[in-house]
């Protein structure tokens, strides 16, 4: 038998992560800020099947100040999004079971979800997901390997315009 050597995610230092169990998932940090204390720092959710591209994603978000939350599969993101209600959400198209276009749909059609900017991220750079990926109802579209600096923008961009929004319901 060769040993070989086996990376645990679970025991990587990092700020304020939701776990990838969704039920563990706060509801919200209303216990680490008083009433009158805004939290500033906004929640990503982030959704992806690969744990590599979870980790590095998650990590990058985390060191950029931003809170962020986890699911490894669509209809694992749907649970997640339900309990943290996040400001955005960076979802890949392409997972087994639910995958982010449907997972996309069936947010778009939940009451207390709709309004969430979300964001498909995938390897498929051609017309047609683009396409499907619009009409689905996301809000922007990045190609890996990922262009950070494209995805804070995106993520500052609409996150801006969500705050707006509720801010201004009548504009």
């Known amino acids: 038998m060769v040993n070989e050597p086996s990376m645990n995610y679970n025991s990587l230092e990092v700020k304020s992560t939701t776990p990838l ?3 563990q998932a706060p509801v919200s940090r ?3 800020a ?10 990503v959710l982030v959704v992806d099947d690969s744990i590599d591209n979870l980790t590095a994603i998650s990590l990058h978000l985390q060191q950029s100040g931003f809170r962020v939350a986890t ?12 309990l943290t209600k996040p400001d955005i959400i960076v ?34 750079s051609t017309e047609g997901f683009r396409r499907a990926a619009h009409d689905t109802g996301f809000d922007g579209y990045l190609t890996k390997p990922i262009d950070f600096a494209r995805l804070h923008d995106l993520i500052g961009r609409l996150i801006g315009l969500a705050r707006s929004a509720r801010n201004n319901p009548n504009s």
């Open 91 to 124: 979802m890949d198209l392409a997972m087994p079971g639910v995958d982010g276009l449907e997972s996309t749909r069936l947010i778009r059609q939940n009451e207390n979800l709709k309004d969430i900017p979300v964001i498909a991220l995938t390897a498929f």
């Open 21 to 23: 169990d969704p039920s």
């Open 34 to 43: 008083s009433d009158s204390e805004p939290q500033s720092e906004p929640l």
């Open 30 to 32: 209303a216990d680490e």
């Open 71 to 82: 699911a490894t599969n669509g209809e694992e993101g749907m649970r997640v999004a339900a």
